[in-house]
C-alpha cells in the first residue's frame, strides 16, 4: 500500500529565505507527482504536476523535482512571501490511479 | 469558467439524519472524485468516478452512497449520518485519472 510522508509537519521562516518542503512515498510504481496549495478553509490548489519520466518542473517561484527510484521529491520556494502561508500537499498517483496524498507541511512566512 | 462547484457550504445534522452533497464541474472532465479530510489523517478518497455510468470505491466507502447523475455532476449521499462522518467533504475532478485534479471549496459537515 502506498503512503506518502511530509516532513515536517510544520515551518515558520523569515519573508525572503529560500525553503524546501520535502515529501516521501513508499512504492515507487508511480505514474506522476503532484504537489498542492490549501489556504485555511479553502480547497485545494493545484500548484504543479511531475511526470513518472521528469526530473523537474517549475513555475515561477516554484520548483519542484523528483526522484522516483529513491521514492523522494522536494519542492523548494525560492524568495518566500507572506502570501506563501499555506499548507502544501504531496500527493503521489500509481498503478491504482488514485491519487494518495500527505498530511500535508503547514508553512508560516514571517514579514 | 467555474471549475468545481459544491452544495451546500456548511450543514449541521443530527445523527440518523440522510442528506445529499451536491458536486458540479463545468471542464468536460472525464473522471470526478469525492474525498474527506480529517485532522490528522489528512485527504481520503471515498468514492470516485472514472467515466460517465461509472463509479467505484475509494479507501473509506462505508456509510456512503455515489450517483454519478451526468458528466458534469457526481453527487454523495449519506443515508444515516454519524458522528464519525463529521468532517470536510471535498469534490474534485480530473481530465482522466492520471492527470492533474482540480478541487471544490468544500462542504463542512458537522454531525451532532
Known amino acids: 500500500k502506498q503512503e506518502v510522508t511530509q516532513i515536517p509537519a510544520a515551518l515558520s521562516v523569515p519573508e525572503g529565505e529560500n525553503l524546501v518542503l520535502n515529501c516521501s512515498f513508499t512504492?515507487?510504481?508511480?505514474?506522476?507527482l503532484q504537489w498542492f496549495r490549501q489556504d485555511p478553509g479553502k480547497g485545494l490548489t493545484s500548484l504543479l504536476l511531475?511526470?513518472?519520466?521528469?526530473r523537474e518542473q517549475t513555475s515561477g517561484r516554484l520548483n519542484a523535482s523528483l526522484d522516483k527510484s529513491s521514492g523522494r521529491s522536494t519542492l523548494y520556494i525560492a524568495a518566500s512571501q507572506p502570501g506563501d502561508s499555506a499548507t502544501y500537499l504531496c500527493?503521489?498517483?500509481?498503478?491504482?490511479?488514485?491519487?494518495?496524498f500527505g498530511k500535508g507541511t503547514k508553512l508560516t512566512v514571517n514579514p | 469558467n467555474a471549475g468545481v462547484t459544491q452544495t451546500p457550504k456548511f450543514q449541521v445534522l443530527k445523527t440518523g439524519q440522510s442528506m445529499t452533497l451536491q458536486c458540479a464541474q463545468d471542464?468536460?472532465?472525464?473522471?470526478m472524485y469525492w474525498y474527506r479530510q480529517d485532522p490528522g489523517m489528512g485527504l481520503r478518497l471515498i468514492y470516485y468516478?472514472?467515466?460517465?455510468?461509472?463509479?467505484d470505491k475509494g479507501e473509506v466507502p462505508n456509510g456512503y452512497n455515489v450517483s454519478r447523475l451526468n458528466k458534469r455532476e457526481f453527487s454523495l449521499r449519506l443515508e444515516s449520518a454519524a458522528p464519525s462522518q463529521t468532517s470536510v467533504y471535498f469534490c474534485?475532478?480530473?481530465?482522466?485519472?492520471?492527470?492533474?485534479?482540480?478541487f471544490g471549496p468544500g462542504t463542512r459537515l458537522l454531525v451532532l
Open positions: 468516478s472514472a467515466s460517465e455510468g461509472t463509479t
Open positions: 500527493a503521489v498517483v500509481g498503478g491504482s490511479e488514485k491519487l494518495v
Open positions: 471542464m468536460n472532465h472525464n473522471s
Open positions: 474534485a475532478s480530473s481530465r482522466k485519472r492520471t492527470e492533474t485534479q482540480y
Open positions: 512504492d515507487s510504481a508511480i505514474y506522476n
Open positions: 511531475i511526470q513518472s519520466s521528469q
